[in-house]
């Protein structure tokens, strides 16, 4: 029976939320597109209202809660207390039952943290978080039904029960926060917010599937900021140079990671100065980072070490010459050792886990 109970009750969200390297130099150094333009704002209206972000804030702490209290059930259910529950030990069932409680009370706990959303547009999300919540308490009781009365079949059930429960949060999240999701056009333009299809093209390659990359103006991107500063709880914040989204659809690149691209995929011979040339091989790090991210790769070193293993082709991709887009690897590769070690692992090498080919014995 073990093998069917759930060990999904985390709410899969804040996805996105990553620099690639964001420590990193500025990429300010090049590019095609200028920087002093002024940013035109694509629709005022898309970006969240104040009451927005706040509501989107008490989201964020209700999503923190809730997967910290899923994973406490991870953790019983993978002790010896679970065994002896399913044993039929009474006091282990009913520690059971306590730590199940607050996935039990989801619903209670939304409606006293987040509370309604403030506009229409924030309804869809609310709709599927109060779904979500039903079937994690349907699923919750049939759990516990299902030890207590060793059956193997409510068992199941519970299971589906709490995926469906999971899914509907993960849709919840996936529509959070608007400004990211708003239209933008697509195109070159440096100047604008847009939807790249050079580097979306890139970034596809890297993810094994379509991926839409969007680059903001400057402007646009400190909105953006706010936004997602409040529904990851800061851990996408100024300081980042990309971010996926939730459910991995888009990537999101800051204007200095534009610009860097830009110049790389507008096929000039690369800076010969060791600076200009990292900031461009940064960009495109950052690109095949976030890539590898949206292909579902959570895991921030290993989405950099595939990141690296992928800078080179994705170079390629954007436009670059074998001799620019290898240098451009090697450039990035030779200062691996400086990211801060989140970033890092030391499986990313030739023949270690993270090693993408271990046929070849070049790396990356
Ligand atoms: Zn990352």
């Not at 029976?1 to 090049?30: E, K, N, Y």
């Not at 207390?81 to 529950?85: I, K, L, T, Y």
């Not at 989801?106 to 919540?133: I, N, Q």
């Not at 991926?211 to 900021?225: I, K, P, Y």
């Given at each position: 029976?073990?093998?069917?109970?759930?060990?999904?009750?985390?709410?899969?969200?804040?996805?996105?939320?990553?620099?690639?390297?964001?420590?990193?130099?500025?990429?300010?150094?090049?590019?095609?597109?200028?920087?002093?333009?002024?940013?035109?704002?694509?629709?005022?209206?898309?970006?969240?209202?104040?009451?927005?972000?706040?509501?989107?804030?008490?989201?964020?702490?209700?999503?923190?809660?809730?997967?910290?209290?899923?994973?406490?059930?991870g953790r019983f259910e993978s002790g010896p207390?679970?065994?002896?529950?399913l044993r039929g030990d009474a006091s282990s069932l009913a520690a059971y039952a306590t730590v199940l409680a607050p996935i039990r009370?989801?619903?209670?706990?939304?409606?006293?943290?987040?509370?309604?959303?403030?506009?229409?547009?924030?309804?869809?999300?609310?709709?599927?978080?109060?779904?979500?919540?039903a079937s994690y308490r349907?699923?919750?009781?049939?759990?516990?039904?299902?030890?207590?009365?060793?059956?193997?079949?409510?068992?199941?059930?519970?299971?589906?029960?709490?995926?469906?429960?999971?899914?509907?949060?993960?849709?919840?999240?996936?529509?959070?926060?608007?400004?990211?999701?708003?239209?933008?056009?697509?195109?070159r333009d440096g100047r604008l917010s847009r939807i790249d299809p050079r580097f979306g093209g890139a970034a596809a390659r890297v993810a094994g599937k379509p991926?839409?990359?969007?680059?903001?103006?400057?402007?646009?991107?400190?909105?953006?900021?706010v936004e997602e500063r409040a529904y990851t709880r800061g851990k996408v914040n100024a300081t980042v140079l990309g971010f996926a989204s939730a459910g991995g659809e888009r990537i999101n690149l800051a204007p200095g990671i534009c610009r860097g691209l830009a110049r790389v995929a507008s096929g000039r011979t690369l800076p010969d100065a060791a600076q200009p040339a990292f900031a461009l091989a940064l960009a495109v790090a950052t690109l095949a980072h976030e890539s590898t991210h949206a292909a579902g790769v959570a895991d921030e070193a290993e989405a950099e070490?595939?990141?690296?293993?992928?800078?080179?082709?994705?170079?390629?991709?954007?436009?670059?010459?074998?001799?620019?887009?290898?240098?451009?690897?090697?450039?990035?590769?030779?200062?691996?050792?400086?990211?801060?070690a989140v970033y890092r692992s030391p499986e990313c090498r030739d023949g270690g886990d993270l090693d993408l080919d271990l046929d070849s014995s070049g790396f990356p």
């Open positions: 029976m073990r093998g069917t109970l759930p060990t999904v009750l985390c709410l899969a969200l804040l996805a996105g939320g990553c620099g690639g390297g964001s420590d990193g130099p500025p990429v300010d150094q090049s590019g095609a597109a200028g920087g002093h333009a002024v940013a035109v704002r694509v629709r005022a209206q898309a970006w969240a209202t104040k009451a927005e972000v706040a509501w989107l804030g008490r989201v964020a702490a209700w999503n923190a809660a809730f997967a910290e209290a899923g994973g406490a059930v207390r679970f065994d002896s529950a009370r989801c619903a209670a706990t939304y409606r006293a943290r987040v509370g309604t959303a403030p506009t229409a547009r924030l309804r869809e999300a609310e709709e599927r978080y109060r779904s979500s919540c349907a699923g919750v009781e049939l759990m516990l039904r299902a030890v207590r009365e060793q059956d193997d079949g409510l068992a199941e059930r519970a299971r589906e029960e709490i995926e469906d429960a999971g899914k509907a949060a993960s849709v919840a999240a996936g529509t959070l926060p608007p400004g990211e999701k708003q239209p933008l056009p697509r195109g991926v839409e990359a969007r680059c903001w103006s400057a402007g646009d991107w400190r909105r953006l900021m070490c595939s990141g690296i293993q992928w800078l080179a082709r994705a170079a390629r991709a954007l436009g670059a010459d074998d001799a620019d887009a290898e240098r451009l690897g090697r450039v990035y590769w030779a200062r691996y050792d400086q990211l801060p």
